[in-house]
Every structure is written in structure tokens, then in C-alpha cells.
């Protein structure tokens, strides 16, 4: 058995469904002593309980309200004692609000797509930062991001908010990493391609899209991610094993950062 997260406790802040359960049964599958996961739906969350057995507890609520964090953490610290690290999860298309190329954005969608994939970013490390402060302790933040942050594809991913809301969390990671490394508190951020999520659905049917993943994420056959691809990397980034480093982008992306998309 995996040891690499023995004893520790972490909010999973949306981890009730697709990556962020993923990654919950991952740190308990590492020897975490605990986990609470977030998310906006009783339903999802009364199944990843199910699916994460005892070692879970699982909060009602949504990421972009400032309280909701701070709760996740205090309900970790009423359980176990204590809170060791977290992972933000939480985010995701803004296209039914109207996000698309700039020329056509509702303006609608930019402050509930920015609310959604950054500020709550914002607010949830705010929260673990403040708890380590307070504790006297510290520990990692993970953040997770897109390859869209910097790495665009206009033809069949033109969300321009949604990138910029992506790209806006690794400048804050990387702020915040460079403002509290010297209390030993890390931030990192894992970016992803295209992951088969309740996000994706509209690519995964896609038979265009599907053809251009298979050249723009060539890696193991060419295919849309799986949620367990990167689950290792976000063992490690959690974990002691990481303690000498902060302020970095981990692409866990099929090769879609060194891919040209076409034969």
C-alpha cells in the first residue's frame, strides 16, 4: 500500500464527482487518515461516500462562497483533529452563461465564469492559508488548472473567459507561492487536457474533436484523459515528498502541449 499521504486529512474542495473523487480515493488509497470532499449536488455527494467508505465526510455547498472552504476545514479539524493540506478542484464551463470567442460573449458570462474557475480559487486557499496561519502549521495548496491557460486551441475550445480564469490561477498560485514560502506553505497547480468529465460530454461526442484529441494528446494511443491519469501527480504535490517545491505548473496532458493536433 501506498504511503505517501500516511496520516494526513484533506479537503477535496469539488470532490464528489469526476477528478476530484478521483483524487479522493487516491489520498485514501496513499494512507490518508481522512477526506472531505465539497460539492453543489446532496446526490453526488451521498455517492462519493458510498464509493470513499468511513475515512470521508462530504459538506453541501458551493465553491464560490467565501464561508465554503472555511467550513470543509473546520468539519476536517471537528473529525480528525486536524487539516493538512488542500486541493481545489472546483470549476467548470462557462459556455451555457455564453462564454465563446471574445466577439460573442454574454455579459452574463464573464463575471459567473470568472466566480466559478478563479474566485473561487481565491477564496479556498485564502481559507487553508488562514488555517495554517492561525495552527501554526503548514503544508500544500493544489490548484487545478488547464492547458488552456496557456496553451490555446481556437478551432474547437474557444472559451476566452474560461482561459483567462485558468491562466488567472497560475499567476495567483505562483504569487502566492513566492509570498509564503518561507512559512513552508507550497502552492502548485496540476493543468489538464481534455478528461473524460460531465464537463467534456460535449467533446467526448464530438466526432471532429475526437479525431483532433487523437493527434493533440497522442500519448498512450491518443485519447481523451481518464480522472485517474492524474491521480500520481496529485499524490505527490499533496504529499512530504514535494516538500522542496512550490510555485509550479504540472501538465498532465497526453502531449497536447507538444502536439500540433493534426497528422
Known amino acids: 500500500?501506498?504511503?505517501?499521504?500516511?496520516g494526513k486529512v484533506i479537503v477535496v474542495v469539488g470532490g464528489t464527482?469526476?477528478?476530484?473523487l478521483a483524487a479522493a480515493k487516491a489520498i485514501l488509497q496513499a494512507g490518508a487518515a481522512g477526506v472531505v470532499v465539497t460539492g453543489r449536488s446532496a446526490e453526488r455527494g451521498q455517492s462519493a461516500l458510498a464509493q470513499l467508505g468511513g475515512q470521508a465526510e462530504s459538506l453541501l455547498g458551493d465553491a464560490a462562497n467565501p464561508r465554503h472552504a472555511e467550513a470543509a476545514i473546520d468539519a476536517a479539524r471537528k473529525?480528525?483533529?486536524h487539516c493538512d493540506a488542500?486541493?481545489?478542484?472546483?470549476?467548470?464551463?462557462?459556455?451555457?452563461w455564453g462564454d465563446g470567442p471574445l466577439h460573442e460573449l454574454t455579459d452574463e458570462a464573464v463575471p459567473r465564469t470568472l466566480e466559478l474557475n478563479l474566485q473561487s480559487v481565491i477564496y479556498s486557499n485564502r481559507a487553508m492559508v488562514r488555517h495554517f496561519l492561525q495552527t501554526g502549521t503548514r503544508g500544500p495548496v493544489l490548484n487545478l488548472g488547464s492547458v488552456l491557460g496557456w496553451s490555446p486551441s481556437p478551432r474547437f475550445f474557444s472559451t476566452h473567459v474560461y482561459a483567462a480564469a485558468k491562466s488567472?490561477?497560475?499567476?495567483?498560485?505562483?504569487?502566492?507561492?513566492?509570498?509564503?514560502?518561507?512559512?513552508?506553505?507550497?502552492?502548485?497547480?496540476?493543468?489538464?487536457a481534455l478528461v473524460d468529465t460531465p464537463m467534456a460530454r460535449r467533446a467526448a461526442g464530438n466526432e471532429l474533436i475526437q479525431a483532433f484529441i487523437h493527434h493533440k494528446q497522442p500519448l498512450d494511443g491518443g485519447r481523451i484523459g481518464c480522472p485517474e491519469d492524474l491521480d500520481a501527480a496529485v499524490v505527490y504535490l499533496l504529499s512530504d515528498g514535494a516538500k522542496f517545491t512550490t510555485g509550479q505548473v504540472l501538465a498532465v496532458d497526453g502531449g497536447w502541449?507538444?502536439?500540433?493536433?493534426h497528422a
Not at 500500500?1 to 500516511?6: F, G, H, T, V
Not at 488542500?86 to 451555457?96: D, I, K, P, Q, T
Not at 488567472?168 to 489538464?192: D, L, M, S
Open 257 to 261: 502541449g507538444v502536439s500540433e493536433g
Open 86 to 96: 488542500l486541493y481545489h478542484v472546483a470549476g467548470g464551463s462557462g459556455r451555457s
Open 168 to 192: 488567472g490561477i497560475i499567476g495567483f498560485t505562483k504569487a502566492c507561492a513566492a509570498c509564503y514560502a518561507a512559512r513552508g506553505i507550497r502552492f502548485n497547480v496540476i493543468a489538464p
Open 1 to 6: 500500500m501506498n504511503e505517501a499521504l500516511a
Open 17 to 20: 464527482s469526476g477528478l476530484g
Open 79 to 81: 473529525k480528525w483533529g
